[in-house]
């Protein structure tokens, strides 16, 4: 058998395992018919919201002793999954009887103001109770159906005065699959998010080795992202002080005509797809050639939002404990990737797994897109909803399973600064079909292909009120051997889908010479 004809042997091998290869063909939903469907609709309004309370009585009685103040209750999240809509409804001010919840998600007939029911039940969101959820702003679901919950701890943070609540900050999985079962349960220590003072918003997941989590804590103290290893049940945080921190020349916007002054730290937050079809080959013969023409690194997308600029740092970074305990200011600043110009600040912000970072404007009373394969200039920044009315601070995004993606306006400016009237609509979610997924609904592949740390729907009672949940037998003792277990960047090594499917076609061509 000739050179010639194992070389061809060798592309057509390689080709048809790049068909296969499901990193290559992410899940998409059916492609909207009409134009009409990619528009941004009104699913839901409310003036003010409401909990769906057990009788009227139990309303009447929380009202009256101030459990429950209408007018202090905000929504800020949304995550869709099944036939439910589940929202976050942080404790800034009093009154606010729960801090999570969902209601069904539309229906043709349904409410347009439907009542929110607190999550997982009214005891896990009693306030004052530290093993219950005190303070939830952002939530995410994983592919697995598990709800990752950021608690920081603390309730009221509006308003001045002694009788707030300060309890641990944590994170609780919770499984959708069995009405928000706990299946774990991490405090997160003190020298990594201090009680009190932290302000964990926004998070993300990443199901690479067992899943990650990362989380934005933009307290005016220590602003950075917090990441927590589930398979270490560890948590360590990523300071970086010029693309993590409010911008001077940022803290000073106006949405619809009311003028604010914030600085606020890094607050938006998603991860990018692993497959970048854009990454150029590496042409060293001694590296791998499918690892060196196959990206499999994941960005993390950020902002402050009091800034102008969009900011990534890899993921695999992000997951090495050991860079992040030895790395100076320098060494992570290095990391960073600064994409350039927005033409507002943003608050939401979400990622699909095509690729596509939909994101609000404030200042615009818009909602904007960009395709992360092109570079972030005003032309590829493009606005696919504008409106002054409907569009009045976009917060929390979420997608569900058949490509609609979830906004929630909220007037968030008109919330801090007293100004929400009870005769206007105050909170909408919007929602618009698209042609992908959210970005969690990625291929298995070798980052996420472990079961050893996959849930499997049984519940050790003696790890989750512990904190314990899955150990890991792997110390984490060197940065070599951190790399090895939690991820390479671009420049990989011989490895994990690359080194096997080489392993495959060196043994195919040793066969076929032998003949």
Same mark, same amino acid.
């Given at each position: ?69 209408p007018?202090?209750v ?89 009788? =707030? ?27 990594i ?33 917090v990441?927590?290893s ?35 730290h ?11 079809? =854009? ?13 060196g ?15 102008? =600029? ?5 993921a695999?970074l ?12 320098r060494?992570?600043?290095?990391s ?40 972030f200039t ?20 979420g ?13 968030? =400016? ?87 499917l ?8 040793a066969k076929?010479?032998?003949?």
């Amino acid at each position: 058998m000739g050179l010639s004809t194992v070389a061809g042997l060798l592309v057509l091998l390689v080709s048809v395992v790049s068909a296969q290869d499901p990193i290559l063909n992410p899940p998409t939903p059916s492609t909207p018919t009409n134009q009409a469907d990619r528009q941004f609709r009104v699913v839901y309004e409310w003036n003010v919201l409401d909990f769906a309370y057990p009788t009227e009585d139990d309303r009447a009685r929380a009202l009256y002793h101030g459990a429950y103040i209408p007018k202090n209750v905000l929504i800020s999240d949304c995550k869709p999954h099944a036939n439910r809509l589940y929202v976050t409804v942080p404790r800034m001010l009093a009154g606010v009887p729960a801090t999570l919840g969902y209601f069904v998600r539309p229906e043709n007939n349904g409410r347009t103001d439907p009542e929110i029911v607190p999550f997982p039940s009214w005891e896990m969101n009693k306030r004052g109770n530290c093993s219950a959820l005190q303070f939830v702003q952002g939530i995410a679901i994983d592919k697995y159906g598990i709800m990752w919950v950021v608690d920081s701890g603390r309730t009221e943070t509006l308003q001045r005065g002694t009788n =707030h609540v300060t309890c641990p900050p944590k994170i609780l999985l919770l499984d959708l699959k069995r009405n928000g079962t706990v299946v774990w349960r991490y405090e997160f220590p003190a020298e990594i998010v201090p009680s009190g003072v932290n302000y964990l918003n926004k998070i993300v997941v990443d199901d690479a080795f067992g899943g990650f989590a990362y989380i934005t804590d933009n307290s005016g103290a220590d602003p950075g992202i917090v990441v927590f290893s589930r398979r270490l049940n560890r948590a360590w945080k990523v300071r970086e002080n010029n693309s993590m921190r409010a911008a001077q020349n940022a803290v000073r916007f106006a949405v619809n005509g009311t003028e604010l002054n914030f600085s606020i730290h890094i607050d938006a937050i998603a991860l990018g797809p692993y497959y970048n079809p =854009h990454a150029q080959g590496d042409l060293d013969p001694q590296v791998d050639p499918l690892i060196g023409n196959q990206n499999y690194e994941r960005n993390v997308y950020y902002s402050p939002l009091s800034s102008y =600029h969009l900011y990534s740092l890899p993921a695999s970074l992000l997951r090495d404990p050991e860079f992040v305990l030895k790395a100076s200011p320098r060494d992570i600043l290095e990391s960073v990737t600064d994409y350039g110009r927005k033409s507002s600040q943003t608050d939401g912000m979400i990622m699909d797994n095509q690729g596509e970072l939909y994101y609000g404007l404030l200042g615009e009373h818009s909602i904007a897109r960009w395709d992360s394969y092109t570079p972030f200039t005003a032309k590829n920044q493009v606005v696919v909803a504008r409106d002054r009315t409907h569009i009045q601070w976009v917060d929390g995004m979420g997608f569900d399973h058949e490509g609609y993606i979830y906004a929630i306006t909220n007037r968030l =400016h008109n919330f801090v600064a007293g100004k929400l009237r009870s005769d206007e609509v105050n909170f909408r979610i919007l929602r618009a079909k698209t042609n992908a997924l959210s970005y969690v609904e990625t291929p298995d592949n070798v980052f996420n292909n472990d079961v050893r740390y996959k849930y499997d729907g049984e519940v050790d009672n003696s790890l989750v009120h512990y904190g314990a949940g899955v150990s890991s037998t792997t110390p984490v003792s060197s940065r070599l051997e951190t790399a090895g277990v939690l991820g390479f960047g671009r420049s990989g090594a011989a490895s994990g889908v690359g080194s096997l499917l080489t392993m495959v076609v060196c043994a195919v061509v040793a066969k076929m010479l032998a003949v």
